[in-house]
């Protein structure tokens, strides 16, 4: 396993940075993936398994405002990624070294060495009926990758991971074979201000 580092930056912030909420949907038409939610769970992000959060019993919280869906938050001149949560230090999302993309748990800035925080960029609409995007590395580089099933029958859930230049290894996905993943663009659903945040924090 690898050792865990500390990262210090949660979501930096530039002077007058306009924080974007939103949600992801998979765009990859004909595919069992296509037009479903991304979802965090247990510090992955998945497609076919439903969001995880927690909502601790503090006197004069009011749990009953936070939806089990799953949100994210970006300043407009950031290119860190975070959780759009209301746990104090709050939650950022991150690629593994493994290509996996993941989010550190509440409390704690914890990632294994060699994570990658930077060079995630959203563009979210004004509307909540038209779509943006969301890219890694100014690309879209995002996959599905089926965790249930034979080979060659692989099926969902499927963990999401980062493909950069086609560098993830048949060893770095669940089922051993990159082939099975599926490519998708990651897109970005406006998340009414009402709703945020959308949860206290993500399991």
């Not at 398994?49 to 001149?77: E, M, R, V």
């Not at 925080?117 to 969301?134: C, H, Q, R, W």
């Not at 599905?144 to 770095?172: E, I, M």
Request: hydrophobic share 35%.
């Amino acid at each position: 396993m690898a050792p865990l580092v500390a990262s210090m930056a949660i979501l930096p912030r530039q002077p007058s940075d306009t924080i974007k909420n939103f949600g992801l949907i998979a765009i990859h038409s004909a595919s069992p993936i296509h037009l479903s939610s991304v979802n965090a769970a247990g510090d992955k992000f998945w497609i076919g398994k439903d969001t995880q959060t927690f909502c601790p019993a503090i006197q004069g919280l009011d749990c009953s405002h936070f939806q089990n869906i799953t949100a994210f938050s970006q300043g407009s001149k950031s290119d860190f990624l975070g959780l759009d949560t209301e746990v104090p230090g709050g939650q950022s999302v991150y690629v593994n070294p493994k290509g996996a993309l993941s989010f550190t748990v509440a409390h704690s800035a914890a990632t294994p060495a060699g994570s990658t925080y930077e060079s995630f960029k959203a563009t979210v609409k004004n509307s909540a009926s038209t779509l943006g995007d969301l890219k890694y590395n100014g690309t879209d580089s995002f996959v599905a990758c089926p965790t249930t099933g034979k080979k060659g029958q692989r099926k969902g859930p499927y963990q999401v991971f980062v493909d950069v230049n086609n560098s993830l290894k048949d060893k770095d996905v669940p089922g051993g074979c990159v082939d099975e993943c599926i490519g998708f663009l990651a897109a970005t659903v406006k998340l009414d201000s009402k709703d945020s945040p959308a949860a206290w924090q993500y399991e």
